[in-house]
């Protein structure tokens, strides 16, 4: 790998020699430093670059290779004049990828513009700042829970360039005086928890030099796998920010099983690549936070603040070894005075863009901003290259939806919680629409009561629809009338039949003729209650079809009367006759056998009459 490498920019330095545009800036000193203390790769490059050519130079190339460019998150370059505290820098200056003619493709190229062109023989100082993810590879990638985490990190050791350069030196900060291994070039020092290398004299353009440091490190790997920030913007004085977090810790994997018992007892020593916390760092007047994932809310965090900041401590349910994942939201809300502004006739919000857990590394960063519903004339202003686009979200009583502006943004870092800007216009007028449209829902509301207390809603008396059902209810009076004096009569035949079962077992003739009296008697009332019910069905058009089973039942019913008289009549004239048991079930046994069927008869018609 080292050895393709060096031929790889062998032959760039064929390439930058026969390019004179470049020949003409030489590097004459430059500082590199390299922070290794979190899972970030932070370089920090001063360049005192001269203008050795007759023309005047516009811009400068900054090289990148395609292993370092698709780690690299942010990218900034500055001016700078004097040293120490009188060292002032400028804003970032304008840079653009570019494709410089004769240069390998294979090589990421990155064009700053000098605030103004440097003449001949003139020089300046450049400042570029940049942060690499994914740099850092465990090594190995497994290990235990009682395990420590070491880190591989590889990189040249002279600063890669299209430029000569006269001096160079480069210095690699660790996170703790503990190094496995380090590549041993000349001029090299290990003091502390920092490895020096250099200074190096006369490299041409394109000097390479592999390096590889082998160190122990149990900073968090704390990975946002996707972070979804919705930013929601109401004019009633809030604007609400709700975080969605798909996390995973990306050191090296945990292998073999997890004790609970022996992390309690030694997290330092059981859990040292693990992290249990994580600290977000909100806004000062941050308020109404909550920390909650799909079980609920998590009561393991901790809140406090000064007039500078409010931070946000949040544990998860577990800790965190090296592949593993939780999903949490964190939700809280800003005062709008501190964030809205007027400009130019819009209004614009003023708000910070990236994650406020500064640990963490996001892969995919989504930012949704909620504006109002009316919002129109939308733009927005951000210091960084993103995907932008629109949404539409429906809330409550809303009627054309809220504009959503969508702001995505790969390989986010903490450098990339800069302040952005979405301006928009809206009218006042717009604010009033949410109460008018509860102000009459609610009047329209109560005038729908009012009118419907003092509205006579009932069918006119003299309707024939109204005459109709009158006319249905009365028969199905009568129908009910007469399915009551039925079922009395079949309850006084039971006790017929129960008389003829107490002779039987006494002997009591005079007993059972009482029994037999009484029935009579009762069977007459209820015959004459029945003659007005049946006048009034036969006279109601309405009952024309009913009326023929209502005849039925009353003669099935007259009959069974009948044959229930003639039965009891038989058997007590046979008991004053003392006739014999077997006797008298033979005189009686035709009569049993028509009462049994117009029995049931009898009920098959009531059970038709009680449908209706």
């Known amino acids: 790998m080292t050895i393709r490498l060096y031929l790889l920019f062998s032959f760039f330095v064929l390439l930058a020699q026969c390019s004179p545009a ?36 516009s811009e400068v190339l900054l090289p990148f290779g395609d292993h370092q460019a698709k780690d690299l998150a942010f990218l900034v370059a500055t001016t700078s004049e004097g040293k120490g505290k009188t060292k002032t820098s400028s804003s970032s200056l304008p840079i653009k990828v570019v494709n410089p003619e004769g240069m390998p493709p294979s090589l990421t190229w990155y064009s700053v513009s000098l605030p103004k062109e440097l003449a001949k023989g003139k020089s300046l100082n450049l400042e570029v700042r940049t942060a690499f993810t994914h740099a850092l590879q465990p090594f190995p990638e497994k290990i235990t829970q009682a395990d420590i985490q070491l880190l591989v990190f590889q990189e040249s050791a002279y600063y890669i360039s299209p430029y000569a350069v006269n001096v160079q030196s480069l210095s690699v900060k660790l996170p703790e005086p503990k190094v496995e291994s380090y590549s041993k070039l000349e001029n090299t020092k290990f003091s502390g928890s920092e490895i020096k290398y250099g200074p190096y004299e006369n490299l041409p353009p394109f000097s390479f030099s592999h390096i590889a440091v082998h160190f122990v490190s149990n900073k968090p790997f ?16 809030n604007v609400q920010i709700t975080e969605h977090y798909n996390l995973v810790n ?20 059981r859990g040292a690549s693990s992290f249990g916390h994580l600290v977000a760092k909100l806004p000062p007047r941050a308020h109404s936070i909550y920390y909650r994932d799909e079980i609920g809310n998590i009561s393991t965090s901790n809140l406090w603040g000064d007039s500078s900041k409010t931070l946000l401590q949040i544990e998860p349910r577990y800790p965190m070894f090296g592949g ?21 006739g819009k209004r614009f919000l003023n708000i910070s863009f990236g994650c406020p857990i500064e640990e963490v590394v996001v892969e995919n960063l989504v930012v949704k901003v909620v504006l109002p519903e009316g919002s129109k004339d939308i733009s927005v202003s951000v210091p960084f290259p993103v995907k932008e686009s629109r949404e539409t979200k429906f809330s409550h009583l809303d009627m054309i939806g809220r504009p959503v502006v969508v702001l995505e943004k790969t390989n986010a870092v903490h450098e990339h919680n800069q302040y952005f800007q979405v301006y928009y216009r809206f009218s006042n007028l717009s604010l009033l629409r949410e109460p008018m449209m509860l102000i009459s829902g609610f009047f329209f509301l109560f005038v729908a009561c009012i009118i419907y207390m003092h509205a006579d ?38 006790k017929l039949e129960a008389s003829l079962r ?25 015959s004459k209650d029945l003659k007005p019910s049946l006048s009034f069905l036969q006279s109601s058009s309405l009952s024309a079809s009913l009326y023929s089973k209502v005849e039925d039942v009353v003669a099935k019913e007259k009959e069974l009367q009948e044959k229930l008289i003639v039965k009891h009549t038989t058997v007590t004239d046979s008991y004053e ?36």
């Open 22 to 57: 470049l020949s003409d800036l030489v590097i004459s000193k430059l500082d590199r430093k390299i922070d290794l203390t979190s899972q970030v790769v932070r370089v920090t490059a001063n360049l005192k670059i001269e203008n050795t050519g007759n023309d005047p130079i």
């Open 222 to 237: 704390a990975v946002a796998q996707e972070l979804v920030r919705e930013i929601e913007v109401s004019h009633w004085g």
């Open 250 to 269: 990306a050191g090296a994997r945990s292998s073999g099983e997890f004790s609970r018992l022996e992390y309690q007892a030694r997290p330092h020593l």
């Open 324 to 344: 593993w994942k939780t999903s949490f939201t964190i939700g809280y809300g800003l005062p709008l005075k501190d964030y809205l502004f007027r400009a130019e």
């Open 457 to 494: 809603l009932t069918i006119s008396k003299s309707s024939p629809s109204y005459l109709a059902k009158l006319q249905w209810d009365e028969v199905q009076t009568a129908l009910q009338q007469i399915q009551s004096i039925m079922n009395r009569c079949l309850g006084i035949h039971d």
């Open 502 to 526: 107490e002779l039987s077992r006494t002997g009591d003739v005079q007993a059972c003729k009482a029994a037999r009296k009484s029935a009579d008697n009762m069977l007459k009332e209820l």
């Open 577 to 612: 006759k003392k006739s014999g048991g077997r006797d008298i079930e033979n005189r009686i046994a035709p009569i049993q056998q028509r009462i049994t069927a117009l029995r049931q008869e009898v009920d098959d018609l009531l059970e038709i009459i009680d449908e209706i």
